[in-house]
């Protein structure tokens, strides 16, 4: 039921256009490394149907999903029933032991919660993803997503209402999301090896990965705006 609602919404509703998933292993372990964009994780259910339908060799893929929004009521069991797992270091060392395709947003919640006003703008990443595709040896695809910031608009944050409801934000926006049109812009596979020395050295590899997300976001712009 959750899949077909996915594919509703990636065919139908943001008529999804896919660039570049002929990079994506056929298979083995992968790391998917992608731009939060809006604020719901409704980019990680596009692009896990993306992977899902890749006409190059489809992946059954899972993501890692914040606490946050797997404690949700109706949403946390939608990404439950779509495969979505808890971000933790041990759940994502385990499905990559196990050679699965990973999903991994590095912003969490800084990147889904930044507002309109900050589209397109990455927020800091977290290092967590470097440190296990080094300890794995799992090749990195980055992944640059536009489309999602217009259909799902975060115009304000109540502060109040999350504080009330212990959450990092409240979005102020539109009752429904906006059928806006929506890219994925897949690069080719990065590797790296350690071992790694210092916090700084890891946090070089990781901008690498953010320079190249930030470059798929600028030419996923583009593609858009030539059609």
């Given at each position: ?58 992946r059954v ?36 032991k ?25 927020q ?7 440190d ?14 536009v ?6 608009p ?10 009330k ?6 979005p ?23 071992p ?29 705006g030539?059609?």
């Open positions: 039921k959750a899949a077909s609602a996915v594919r509703f919404l990636y065919e139908h509703y943001f008529k999804v256009r896919a660039y570049g998933r002929e990079n994506i292993p056929k298979q083995g372990r992968v790391l998917i490394i992608a731009n939060h964009s809006g604020y719901l994780p409704l980019d990680g259910a596009l692009l896990g149907y993306s992977l899902l339908s890749n006409p190059y060799a489809p893929p899972r993501a890692m999903v914040e606490r946050l929004f797997t404690s949700f009521p109706y949403i946390g069991d939608f990404f439950n029933q779509i495969g979505a797992v808890t971000g933790q270091t041990q759940n994502c060392l385990d499905m990559l196990q050679d699965e395709a990973v999903i991994v947003f590095p912003e969490g919640v800084r990147g889904t919660g930044k507002g309109f006003a900050k589209r397109y703008q990455l800091r990443f977290g290092n967590g993803f470097m296990i595709a080094i300890e794995t040896n799992t090749p990195i695809i980055p992944v640059g997503i489309g999602c910031e217009e259909a799902l975060m115009l304000g944050n109540a502060k109040g209402l999350a504080q409801f212990g959450l990092p934000y409240f102020i926006t539109l009752p429904l999301p906006i059928p806006a049109r929506v890219t994925l812009n897949f690069g080719e596979p990065l590797y790296f090896q350690g790694v020395h210092s916090e700084d050295e890891l946090e070089a590899k990781v901008n690498i990965v953010k320079a190249k997300i930030r470059q798929l976001i600028v030419e996923a712009q583009h593609k858009q030539a059609k």
